[in-house]
Every structure is written in C-alpha cells, then in structure tokens.
C-alpha cells in the first residue's frame, strides 16, 4: 500500500543546497538631493510619475511597519535568519532615508503629498488593535508585493531609459534590495508560526494577502489620482489613463499576476521564484562604475598640471 499523500502547504527548504546563497548585503547608497527632478521624471509621463511617486510616499511608512513586526516576532530565531533580519533591518532604514528625500522632492516640484501621508498614518493606527503576528503576516504580503514588482521593473528597465537619471537609480537600488531580503518577513513567519498546525498557517497568510492586497493596490490607485488630479487630469480620463498603465502598457500589475497568485500555493516560498542574477547583475554594474570612476581620478592625479 502507497504511502499516504501529504498536502505541503509551506516550503521548508527553500533552494536546497543554494539556500544560504543569496546574503543580505546593504549598499548605503545616497541619491542627488540639492536639484528636484522634474514634475514629469519618468519619461514626461503624468501617469507612470504619478503611480511611482504614490509608492514612494508609502514606502517610509511602510518600511516602519515591517521592521516594527518582523522585530516583535524574532525571539528564539536561529542565527542565520537573526543575521538576516538586521541586514534586511539596515537594508530598509537606507530606503526610508531616501524615499523621504524623494519625496520632499516631490513636494518641491509643486505636489501636495500632506493628505496622503494623513491617509497613511490613518491606516497604520488601524492595525494597533491587531495582534503582532496578524500585522507580521500582512508585512510578508506586502514584501511580497514589493519583491514581485521589483522583479518587474529589473526586468523592464526599458521603461526607465528617458527618466530622470538619479530617480531612475534610486528604484533601481531599491529594487534589487526588495528581491535580496524577500525571504527575511516569511522565515521570520514560519520561525513564528512553527508550533501552528500548517493549513492554519496557511489560511492566516493567504487571508491577509487578500486584505493586505487589496488595500494596498486600492490605496495607491486612489493616492495616483490625488496626484493626477494636482497636474489637472481628473475624471473618467485618469482613470482610463491609469487602468491602461497598469493594465495594459507597461501593465506592471498584469504582469505581477502570476506571481502575486503564487503566493496562495502549497509549498510557496519566495526564493522559489530564484532571480538572484538580478542582483548580481546589479553588482556588477556598480563595480563597473566605481572602478572606471577610480581610474579617472589616478589618470587625472597623474598627469601634469
């Protein structure tokens, strides 16, 4: 008689051998602060600067929440994940540092950011009266969210190529920072949750993936057509405007479907989805260029005056 079948609801070992190959390296990278870019900065588009911006205003609130969380449920955590979430802890107070300096940009280029900050505020002091690990499981979603679209914009930089050269390079620095600690907020759940019966485990996850999803989604369309609305574009046209961005061209969520349901499977892990090369990619190009900045400057201390 057969062994019977069992149902893995969650992925224990995540890439097997390689599991231990992606660390957590933060670049404490600064980007341009004295000259705002233009109130169009990707590619003189209202729309693709408005949907971009709405995240950015989000980002420091929300980076607070995930460090908040992942922090309160780290007791007893074996070394490797405690290692990994302070390295993700330092990784996400870099982004908060420039997001905010990105966004006071924004509010230089002639945006009113107040009432969505007052917006975001009101949604954090909703999830007081939620219990630590509800609000862990809601940041793992909304990791998830971050890594899946920082994947998509890695793989689009496309998109990307007429922007404003510094804010092009703060998403993409962001971005591969998303994919390197997207496991640390679900290790940290199943480190968590070890002692709950899986299918429980898995209903608490997948249920606040679809709350946490849907209002995070809802909150930056909503938050885009505020922004909208500041440069004039209101009404029915917005949002056709945005549903074909999103949507359609370059369709950024579209695209993150897939991925996004992923997240509901037996066995999901976020290191299944291995795009570590994006980040070597990333780290090779850098080096590239400090290393040609550095041969200039010995060139030009060379020769003579």
Do not use: C
């Amino acid at each position: 008689m057969s062994a019977p079948f069992k149902f893995d609801l969650e992925a224990a070992t995540p890439l097997g051998k390689d599991a231990d190959a992606h660390p957590i390296r933060p670049r404490n990278r600064r980007f341009r602060r004295a000259v705002p870019p233009q109130r169009w900065w990707l590619n003189g588009d209202p729309v693709a600067t408005a949907w971009h911006n709405s995240l950015s205003i989000a980002f420091p609130v929300g980076e607070s929440f995930f460090i908040e969380h992942i922090k309160a449920n780290r007791a007893g955590a074996p070394p490797k994940l405690q290692a990994e979430i302070r390295a993700f802890i330092r990784q996400e107070i870099n982004h908060t540092r420039e997001h905010v300096a990105f966004n006071r940009m924004v509010n230089d280029a002639g945006y009113d950011i107040s009432r969505i900050e007052t917006r975001l505020a009101e949604a954090v002091a909703t999830t007081k009266s939620r219990s630590s690990l509800a609000n862990l499981a809601a940041s793992m979603a909304l990791e998830h969210f971050t890594a899946i679209i920082a994947h998509h914009t890695l793989t689009h930089l496309e998109h990307y190529e007429n922007a404003d050269s510094e804010a092009s390079h703060l998403w993409r620095w962001h971005a591969v920072e998303e994919i390197e600690h997207k496991g640390v907020a679900y290790d940290t759940w199943l480190h968590a949750t070890r002692n709950w019966p899986r299918f429980r485990r898995w209903w608490v996850k997948s249920l606040l993936m679809l709350l946490a999803g849907r209002n995070f989604v809802k909150s930056r369309i909503r938050d885009t057509l505020d922004l909208l609305a500041q440069d004039g574009i209101t009404g029915w046209k917005a949002k056709l405007r945005l549903t074909l961005y999103l949507l359609v061209r370059p369709g950024v969520l579209r695209a993150i479907f897939p991925a996004w349901i992923a997240y509901f499977l037996p066995g999901f892990h976020p290191w299944k989805t291995d795009d570590r090369q994006l980040i070597q990619l990333y780290d090779s190009e850098f080096t590239d260029a400090i290393l040609k900045e550095a041969r200039k400057a010995v060139r030009q201390a060379r020769s003579p005056s």
